[in-house]
């Protein structure tokens, strides 16, 4: 392990930051402020979600051809960019304006860059640069994600009740400023990190050029798919109605605070099984076993409504996320290789964020025609079972 974390440092580091930076365009940071947002707009859980879905999927389309710009151009330069491009998003936030269609360009710039672009950014750099020990790589930079889960939501529920929405904004974009400089710093010397990679691919028949329609003809593409985005779906879903959630079961906002520090340690407990798990097995025989405690949490959901079964839907909730995110990041590397990784992630991550802008707005109208929380988990049981299926009965080598 000591050999790990001394191999680049910085690049681990690059990795962590990048990813917790990208909580600002998260649906859980988002969401925490879902009822003033609403209040401010005069937007049903409906309305709103069917505005969040349509600037995600806005974001989901153009991500396709912007992600894959990872594999082209110089890494500082792709990570300056979506970097400026959050930040003057939180400065959009911050600068509210009663205006619908500002809402939607915020939103969209928020889901793109932060959700998108940043996160693309991680975690194909980790996958791409570490080889053999990608695994824990990607555990680093989901790491960043989950502190960014654990921590934000516990600070703003706690010590950040009483300001305005907008100056929570404005913290954020100067802490987005701080990071602008941290980034040159990690990927300093990145021009000989790139050369001495270029030369790991010579003769490696896994590390082809593929192009985005190559993949997409692929059956392999298919097969996995669906495997990598339901947890994508299901888990923006409840976050992004969390409050209407706990509302109904009858959980304080305080419950919700101290419900994410579980769920963060959690996430981290599931990162350090799960990123030893993969460099150690091939990752396409284990990754369907991947969804199984999400598949545990909305079960807890539907049952249980005590305090002390919050704290296990959440401690499950955390466990999906520390596990999946390096399993399924791992994956997609050692189907189709790294040379055009930022590419077959540029697809993955658009699907995601697709999956991601579906399920509020499906929820959402699943909550104002009065269906509530047993539909919710029914339709995310059915897309677990169905998603884990798939690699089992279509074996692929």
């Given at each position: 392990?000591?050999?790990?974390?001394?191999?680049?440092?910085?690049l681990l580091l690059y990795g962590f930051l990048i990813?917790?930076?990208?909580?600002?365009?998260?649906?859980?940071?988002?969401?925490?402020?879902?009822?003033?947002?609403?209040?401010?707009?005069?937007?049903?859980?409906?309305?709103?979600?069917?505005?969040?879905?349509?600037?995600?999927?806005?974001?989901?389309?153009?991500?396709?051809?912007?992600?894959?710009?990872?594999?082209?151009?110089?890494?500082?330069?792709?990570?300056?960019?979506?970097?400026?491009g959050l930040l003057l998003a939180c400065v959009g936030?911050?600068?509210?304006?009663?205006?619908?269609?500002?809402?939607?360009?915020?939103?969209?710039?928020?889901?793109?860059?932060?959700?998108?672009?940043?996160?693309?950014?991680?975690?194909?750099?980790?996958?791409?640069?570490?080889?053999?020990?990608?695994?824990?790589?990607?555990?680093?930079?989901?790491?960043?994600?989950?502190?960014?889960?654990?921590?934000?939501?516990?600070?703003?529920?706690?010590?950040?009740?009483?300001?305005?929405?907008?100056?929570?904004?404005?913290?954020?974009?100067?802490?987005?400023?701080?990071?602008?400089?941290?980034?040159?710093?990690?990927?300093?010397?990145?021009?000989?990190?790139?050369?001495?990679?270029?030369?790991?691919?010579?003769?490696?028949?896994?590390?082809?050029?593929?192009?985005?329609?190559?993949?997409?003809?692929?059956?392999?593409?298919?097969?996995?798919?669906?495997?990598?985005?339901?947890?994508?779906?299901?888990?923006?879903?409840?976050?992004?109605?969390?409050?209407?959630?706990?509302?109904?079961?009858?959980?304080?906002?305080?419950?919700?605070?101290?419900?994410?520090?579980?769920?963060?340690?959690?996430?981290?407990?599931?990162?350090?099984?799960?990123?030893?798990?993969?460099?150690?097995?091939?990752?396409?025989?284990?990754?369907?076993?991947?969804?199984?405690?999400?598949?545990?949490?909305?079960?807890?959901?539907?049952?249980?409504?005590?305090?002390?079964?919050?704290?296990?839907?959440?401690?499950?909730?955390?466990?999906?996320?520390?596990?999946?995110?390096?399993?399924?990041?791992?994956?997609?590397?050692?189907?189709?290789?790294?040379?055009?990784?930022?590419?077959?992630?540029?697809?993955?991550?658009?699907?995601?964020?697709?999956?991601?802008?579906?399920?509020?707005?499906?929820?959402?109208?699943?909550?104002?025609?009065?269906?509530?929380?047993t539909t919710i988990v029914t339709i995310s049981i059915?897309?677990?079972?169905?998603?884990?299926?798939?690699?089992?009965?279509?074996?692929?080598?």
């Open positions: 392990m000591k050999k790990f974390f001394s191999y680049d440092p910085k990813v917790f930076f990208a909580s600002y365009g998260q649906t859980f940071f988002i969401s925490l402020y879902n009822l003033e947002i609403r209040l401010f707009y005069d937007l049903s859980n409906g309305e709103f979600g069917l505005l969040y879905a349509i600037a995600t999927l806005f974001s989901a389309f153009i991500l396709i051809s912007f992600a894959k710009l990872i594999d082209h151009v110089d890494l500082r330069t792709y990570s300056l960019i979506v970097v400026i936030m911050a600068l509210m304006r009663n205006n619908i269609f500002y809402l939607f360009i915020m939103i969209f710039m928020l889901r793109f860059f932060g959700q998108g672009a940043m996160t693309h950014a991680g975690e194909t750099t980790m996958a791409r640069y570490f080889g053999e020990e990608r695994g824990k790589a990607l555990s680093v930079s989901t790491f960043g994600g989950m502190i960014g889960v654990m921590f934000l939501p516990y600070i703003c529920l706690n010590y950040f009740q009483g300001i305005e929405i907008n100056q929570l904004w404005f913290y954020a974009s100067i802490s987005i400023i701080v990071f602008i400089p941290l980034v040159f710093f990690t990927l300093s010397g990145q021009k000989d990190r790139q050369k001495k990679f270029d030369q790991t691919l010579i003769n490696n028949p896994l590390n082809l050029k593929l192009r985005t329609r190559d993949i997409i003809k692929d059956k392999k593409f298919y097969i996995y798919f669906p495997l990598s985005i339901a947890a994508s779906f299901i888990s923006t879903g409840l976050m992004f109605h969390q409050i209407y959630i706990f509302d109904q079961k009858g959980w304080s906002l305080e419950m919700l605070g101290n419900g994410y520090i579980l769920l963060g340690f959690f996430s981290i407990i599931g990162l350090i099984i799960g990123g030893p798990l993969i460099d150690k097995f091939n990752t396409k025989k284990t990754a369907i076993t991947v969804l199984l405690p999400l598949l545990l949490s909305v079960i807890i959901l539907l049952l249980f409504d005590s305090v002390f079964f919050l704290m296990i839907y959440m401690s499950l909730y955390g466990l999906n996320m520390g596990i999946s995110t390096p399993f399924i990041g791992s994956l997609w590397a050692e189907i189709y290789g790294v040379k055009s990784l930022g590419t077959v992630k540029a697809l993955l991550h658009a699907g995601s964020v697709f999956a991601s802008a579906l399920s509020p707005l499906v929820f959402g109208y699943i909550i104002d025609w009065g269906y509530g929380i059915i897309i677990i079972i169905v998603s884990t299926l798939l690699p089992i009965y279509n074996k692929i080598p």
